[in-house]
Structure formats: structure tokens, C-alpha cells
């Protein structure tokens, strides 16, 4: 089968975790052993509200990737050293 298009795209994910958590240690052991992980694409400014006003759906995209790294970002208001 052949389709037009790039068999691969670049997705970039925002994923907040604590290091030593469960997101954080999946996330690194699919990069150490190079398998693929799930990952949804909800889009909320896309909700459907129920008549009470509650979310009854969301529009979601699902895909596999290779994670290439994981970023060990600096913590949120942390206190700089002059």
C-alpha cells in the first residue's frame, strides 16, 4: 500500500511530571529500550457540552511514537541565584 505523505511527523508533547513519578519513569524507560508509546490529542476548545453544560465529548486523535529524549526541565517559580 502507498499513501502520500510522510510515514513520520514531529509531534511536540507537553507532559509535567515529578521526577520519580509514574509519567516521568514510563516516559524514560520507552526512550532507554526505543519503544513506541500512546499518545492522545484531545482538543478541549472543541468540547461538546451537554445541556447542563458539562463536557460530553472531546475531539481526540490517538498515535504511537518513538520518544527521542526526555527533558529534565528546571521547577516552576524556583529561585534564582544572583
Not at 514510563?26 to 529500550?33: D, L, M, N, S
Request: hydrophobic share 40%.
Amino acid at each position: 500500500m502507498h499513501t502520500s505523505g510522510s510515514r513520520s511527523e514531529t509531534f511536540v508533547v507537553d507532559s509535567y511530571w515529578t521526577i520519580g513519578d509514574k509519567i516521568h519513569d514510563g516516559i524514560k524507560r520507552a526512550v532507554v529500550q526505543d519503544v513506541a508509546i500512546g499518545i492522545w490529542r484531545m482538543d478541549f476548545n472543541e468540547a461538546t457540552l451537554d445541556a447542563q453544560g458539562n463536557i460530553a465529548s472531546v475531539p481526540a486523535e490517538f498515535g504511537m511514537a518513538k520518544p527521542n529524549g526526555l527533558p529534565e526541565t528546571e521547577a516552576v517559580n524556583k529561585k534564582l541565584n544572583d
